[in-house]
């Protein structure tokens, strides 16, 4: 079992859907990071987190640390949005353990 | 733009041969990551390094080796190449926090390695 779980693997929506993508951990963590890497390859780094909420725009990442679990919302999807989003941890020492990604393809 | 410059963008080469490849962080950042992506295996971390010294080490292999400078760019040197060592190669920075060991990372834009 992966120590770094993203459901779902695939998402295909409608534009304007509100979506969630879903990351399980199973280590310890210091921190959690929502990456997004674009169909050219690029990476972008959307949240840190280590505990609570953040917003920016439309998206929304939150992140319970007592059952080991983070989302990732997107409100109002755009064609823009579709990409691949990523979940990533960093374990106790110091190592980042990635998720396989969820690829998301929001159609117009 | 992220500000992380990754030289050079694509690289091919053969099977056993060495290729370095180079990184520049975003302005005041300390800290330096290494990450390969592959086809099969998705992103894994490979090593860190903070302020010219290394930090933490993943599933980076023997045939790999990086350094950061005192200028504090990177080098990651891939030598023995094989097959599967054909990856996208990124790069990411990030500068400390006051109280914490980890902030947000700045991701360059990757060099893609090709050996045949």
């Known amino acids: 079992k992966n120590e770094v779980e993203q459901s779902p693997q695939n998402l295909t929506a409608q534009e304007g859907e509100f979506i969630t993508i879903n990351c399980s951990y199973s280590?310890?963590?210091?921190?959690l990071h929502w990456l997004q890497q674009h169909p050219g390859g690029g990476i972008v780094s959307l949240f840190m987190?280590?505990?609570g909420k953040k917003k920016h725009g439309r998206l929304i990442a939150t992140i319970n640390i007592q059952e080991k679990h983070s989302s990732l919302h997107i409100t109002a999807s755009h064609p823009r949005d579709s990409a691949v989003y990523i979940c990533?941890?960093?374990?106790?020492?110091?190592?980042?353990?990635f998720g396989k990604g969820t690829r998301l393809h929001i159609l117009p | 733009d992220s500000g992380v410059t990754q030289t050079p963008k694509h690289l091919i080469t053969a099977t056993g041969q060495r290729v370095t490849l180079r990184c520049s962080p975003r302005?005041?950042?300390?800290?330096v990551y290494w990450y390969q992506q592959s086809l099969d295996q998705g992103l894994q971390f490979l090593i860190q390094y903070y302020n010219g010294e290394e930090r933490a080490k993943g599933n980076i292999l023997e045939r790999f080796s990086a350094q950061q400078f005192p200028d504090l760019h990177s080098e990651l040197n891939l030598s023995s190449l094989e097959l599967g060592d054909s990856a996208l190669y990124f790069c990411?920075?990030?500068?400390?926090?006051?109280?914490?060991?980890?902030?947000?990372?700045?991701f360059g834009p990757g060099t893609r390695l090709t050996v045949l």
């Open positions: 990411a920075s990030s500068r400390p926090v006051a109280g914490g060991s980890y902030n947000e990372q700045f």
């Open positions: 987190l280590s505990s």
């Open positions: 280590v310890g963590i210091s921190a």
């Open positions: 302005s005041g950042d300390l800290s």
């Open positions: 990533a941890v960093l374990n106790r020492d110091d190592k980042i353990i």
